[in-house]
């Protein structure tokens, strides 16, 4: 125990001695852990977001798609693009034809203005992205949790009134502390009566007060949206399954818009259809890659680092050369030579370590503001455990060297 505190003491000197050096030489092994941290920090953090996401629509809904689902990294396939429209109809056959669906609901997005659409009260103005039109069973499927007020009700979406559920952001904008029920606003200068505000949400991207999500969604009734926009389309379907009948429902709804859709036996479906499940599974491969490439960036990084403590461990085993013959004269064996200096290595190394670490967990947390980033107690441990074997691995062939050096020789080296 006195040779292992030994060997660092020594290794800490030789450190405080080289200040400048020692920091150059561990530079490569500071940014590789710092891109791990931050790599990490924002997988878990996006992976549990997502999840909490998907998982607030419960696991028997299902959602139906003209589109293919999923992150694209270009414009959709032609075949996509021919695709006919998903409409209000689709839905309601679901929910009077398909025994396993308890209810559908279908979904459109008002395309937003130029600038957004525009949302006033009196002399204010908002320009918020998200105006929706739904029925009222999204309020059961979709699990949304009302602040203030109510969700619409059947009524008024077949009189096609013109009433709205605003998100927390909008209420705040625009009514402060206010109570936002009962009041009257402008979409796109049309006139909606409040009934209802969301409950506050944390945005996947940028928390809480953020504008996205929830927070910054209108919802309107579908009938009123089909009465102000009679050419909008439907953007997408919810459908609820009935318990422990998911895959039942989705071949049912599948049966159904094939033949609905008129699509030839022959011919695949030109509609899509995903659950939480499958969606979950995507967000994994997606991030999968992001680790995979991102664990790519941080290893050159950690090599770069690596063969920065190998070649400064062997100029230092040069120079103090002498200090070796000394040490082997007096005793030491070839084993405290080669601790020794694999014990400077590894001090060096997790020093670097230890930087990375308090700069990846601070970083995370200034992005934690826009990003959604959570450093689970792994991380941390991971990366020093990784700088120090670093320099065990990088500090091996140094050592071995100074270890092997001949003491008569090593006492005349000047």
């Not at 092994?29 to 996006?46: C, P, Q």
């Not at 009433?163 to 979409?187: H, M, R, S, T, W």
């Not at 102000?228 to 159904?256: F, H, K, M, S």
């Amino acid at each position: 125990m006195q040779e292992v505190y030994e060997d660092f003491r020594i290794a800490l000197g030789a450190v405080r001695v080289n200040k400048l050096r020692a920091f150059l030489t561990i530079l490569g092994v500071v940014i590789g852990v710092i891109t791990v941290m931050l790599m990490v920090a924002f997988i878990v953090g996006i992976q549990s977001q997502v999840e909490q996401s998907i998982e607030a629509f419960g696991t028997r809904t299902i959602f139906i798609h003209k589109f293919n689902p999923g992150i694209r990294l270009a414009h959709a396939s032609s075949e996509e693009r021919q695709r006919p429209p998903l409409t209000a109809e689709d839905a309601i056959s679901m929910s009077e034809y398909c025994p396993s669906v308890e209810v559908a609901v279908p979904i459109t997005r008002l395309p937003p203005l130029r600038t957004g659409n525009v949302v006033r009260y009196r002399d204010q103005e908002l320009y918020t992205a998200e105006v929706q039109g739904t029925l009222p069973a999204y309020e059961r499927i979709s699990s949304v949790d009302i602040g203030q007020g109510r969700f619409f009700s059947d009524s008024e979406n077949q009189h096609r009134q013109q009433v709205c559920v605003i998100g927390y952001f909008v209420a705040d904008k625009l009514f402060g502390n206010q109570d936002a029920p009962g009041k009257e606003l402008q979409i796109n200068n049309k006139d909606f009566t409040i009934i209802g505000v969301l409950a506050k949400q944390e945005n996947l991207f940028a928390g809480e007060d953020s504008s996205g999500g929830m927070n910054g969604t209108i919802f309107i009734p579908f009938g009123t949206l089909e009465k102000i926009y009679p050419q909008q389309e439907v953007n997408w379907i919810l459908a609820e399954a009935r318990p422990g009948a998911v895959n039942r429902a989705i071949d049912e709804i599948t049966e159904l818009l094939r033949r609905r859709r008129a699509v030839p036996v022959d011919k695949p479906d030109n509609f899509a259809i995903s659950t939480p499940e499958s969606m979950q599974q995507d967000v994994k491969r997606i991030t999968f890659g992001i680790f995979m490439l991102m664990i790519s960036i941080a290893s050159v990084a950690l090599l770069v680092g690596g063969i920065g403590v190998m070649n400064i461990m062997l100029v230092s085993v040069t120079e103090r050369t002498r200090e070796i013959g000394i040490r082997k004269a007096i005793g030491a064996r070839r084993s405290n030579i080669t601790w020794q200096f694999l014990t400077e290595a590894m001090v060096l190394t997790g020093l670097g370590g230890v930087i990375g670490i308090a700069l990846g967990w601070g970083l995370s947390l200034l992005l934690k503001t826009i990003l959604p980033t959570y450093v689970p107690l792994w991380a941390p441990l991971t990366g020093l455990g990784v700088s120090v074997g670093v320099g065990l691995f990088f500090g091996l062939w140094p050592a071995i060297k100074a270890a092997r050096l001949d003491p008569v020789e090593a006492l005349r080296y000047e």
